[in-house]
């Protein structure tokens, strides 16, 4: 056991007990090889490998805080236990590496290799954190002996009660964790100092304690100890965000509350939760405490590379018939290979890449970007709010005398990551309204987007062709006029290099007033461009919209161009 004739022993003490058994028993072993053991020997032996099996579990999970789950919360290291955290048929070899990361983070908390000790984790919802950490680790923190004083703290102190009522259910009727760590509540609430829904105290003199978010935490002690672990697990909701002075109100608690709470000697704050709003509180502690060690964790990772494909799956989903969500499930399941090509997700084996794409359609865009993606958006620098838009669709064109223009960006030479782009703009002949109504939007290689852009400007037959020829983009705007003319497209004065004068915000944001107006009008369904827009400028990527101002321009100049006017085209 853990603890030898009722006493618990330390990590120290404990590997020196491990050294003495594991010695022992190597001479009983030795003895029963040779045939020399009596039946007490036997017993011993038997006694000690037993004895060194818990020793090492114990040992082990101080330190390893996910061997720590997997062997006293799952169905698999513990059958039967109540109230497992991890099903039947996963091991230890199967966890997420997001949950191997977090463990790990958990892990130099308690060994001291984390030296601020204090942590903000925003991560996308469902992943499991609240099953590692204000279950798992706060179990783990009790039953070592590591903290004298835990406060959990969550929306409220209903919900923070939920939680370590899960740990105080393990510690009463774990068989396994009782065995190895000796009993530190008993089953029968009477018999216990303290032992309610929001808090309790442990025979050993550990006290966890259940609070909500704005209550009063400063100056909580237990006997002479102050705080000496703050666990913070979603800390706010719609309700307490839905305004400004309650965003304010949970930061100046934060700050001049929760934080001089802690004990500074010992005291270590782990934070993590959602995003559900921008510069929300655990937003701002991510970007602006340096005190706290920060990361985000959004739960797609990579992102397809066949975003083709899943514009196909978009457009068969949206359809206006019941059966089209299944019918957008048979074109994955039949593309499936390629549509995952390049993709990664955060938790695979529950969030796999269709599971989440079919959350995004349904829940929409800005949801999905702050409660999965922990990318809230800002909506006082949000510029091309969705208001602002006006959609179009094929029926709406029809009829329409129309002439159709073209923009290439070449990804080349920008930041990594960025997509090439190849956009296509339909204008009203009769009354200058423009429709953006396709666009090809992907990393690819050169080669495939100059076949690309041929491709798109034979099956529109571009009035005009807008390619970015910025510096080492040049020779590129130049193999694509010598692909076209070999093709019979006039390239020679259809197509025109751009080469920019303008900073890219500037030429961006002055599509803003055309936008408003309703004179350039977007295809509903061009969800990855529409996306970049709404974003804009808090998006990572904004080569959609850059394509966009460059058709847009070269539609208007074309047309100035042929009323009359000449002159050097400026973009």
């Known amino acids: 056991m853990a603890y030898i004739d009722g006493k618990w022993l330390a990590r120290q003490e404990r590997q020196e007990r491990i050294n003495l058994v594991a010695e022992r028993a190597k001479k009983l072993q030795e003895l029963y090889e040779t045939g020399e053991a009596t039946e007490y020997y036997m017993d011993t032996l038997l006694a000690d490998i037993d004895e060194l099996e818990k020793l090492k579990r114990v040992h082990r999970g101080e330190h390893d805080m996910l061997y720590f789950m997997y062997e006293y919360f799952s169905e698999e290291g513990n059958p039967g236990n109540p109230d497992n955290l991890i099903p039947a048929g996963v091991t230890m070899d199967d966890a997420a590496e997001f949950h191997q990361t977090l463990c790990e983070l958990l892990d130099d908390i308690t060994t001291g290799r984390e030296k ?61 964790l009782r065995q190895d760590f000796g009993i530190l509540l008993h089953e029968q609430k009477s018999r216990n100092e303290v032992d309610n829904d929001k808090e309790f105290v442990t025979l050993t003199n550990t006290k966890v304690e259940a609070k909500g978010i704005g209550t009063q935490v400063r100056g909580l002690r237990h006997g002479s100890k102050r705080v000496q672990l703050y666990i913070l697990d ?20 934060f700050k001049e ?26 937003h701002h502690v991510i970007k602006n405490r340096r005190d706290f060690v920060s990361r985000s964790f959004p739960a797609i990772l990579k992102w397809s590379e066949r975003e083709d494909l899943w514009q196909k799956w978009r457009e068969i989903r949206q359809v206006d018939d019941p059966d089209s969500a299944d019918r957008a499930r048979e074109f994955y399941e039949q593309n499936k290979e390629e549509m995952l090509r390049g993709t990664k997700t955060l938790w695979p084996s529950h969030f796999p890449y269709i599971d989440l794409m079919e959350i995004r359609e349904d829940d929409g865009t800005k949801a999905f970007n702050q409660e999965y993606l922990c990318n ?83 099956a529109y037959q571009y009035e005009a062709l807008a390619v970015e020829a910025q510096q080492a983009q040049e020779w590129f705007a130049d193999k694509v006029g010598e692909a076209l003319q070999k093709k019979g497209y006039p390239s020679s004065t259809r197509l025109k290099q ?5 900073r890219k915000a500037l030429r961006i944001e002055s599509l803003l007033p055309d936008i408003q107006s309703g004179k350039l009008r977007f295809m509903k369904h061009l969800r990855a461009l529409l996306e970049q827009f709404e974003m804009y400028p808090m998006h990572p990527h904004d080569d959609g919209p850059d394509a966009v101002q460059m058709a847009f321009s070269i539609a208007y100049k074309r047309a100035r161009r042929k009323a009359g006017t000449t002159g050097n085209s400026r973009y």
């Open 116 to 176: 601020k000790k204090k942590v903000a984790w925003s991560v996308g919802r469902g992943h499991a954190k609240t099953a590692y950490l204000s279950n798992g680790y706060l179990c783990h923190q009790v039953v070592y002996r590591l903290k004298q004083y835990i406060v959990l703290i969550s929306e409220t102190s209903d919900v923070a009660g939920d939680f370590i009522s899960w740990a105080r259910d393990q510690l009463k009727y774990n068989e396994k």
């Open 234 to 253: 979603d800390l706010e909701s719609k309700e307490n965000t839905a305004t400004v002075d309650l965003i304010t109100k949970n930061k100046r608690w």
């Open 257 to 282: 509350e929760l934080l001089p709470g802690l004990s500074r000697q010992e005291g270590a704050c782990i934070y993590m939760g959602t995003i559900v709003c921008y510069d929300s509180l655990l």
């Open 376 to 458: 809230p958006t800002d909506e006082e620098r949000q510029i091309f709010k969705p208001k602002y838009f006006t959609y179009c669709t094929e029926d709406d064109l029809k009829d329409k005398k129309l002439l159709y223009y073209g923009a290439v960006d070449f990804a080349m030479g920008k930041e990594k990551g960025d997509y090439s782009v190849v956009v296509t703009l339909a204008k009203n002949v009769e009354t200058g309204t423009c429709y953006v109504i396709d666009i090809f939007m992907e990393r690819v290689h050169p080669n495939t987007l100059l076949e690309k852009a041929v491709e798109y400007t034979l």
């Open 498 to 502: 751009i080469k920019q004068r303008t």
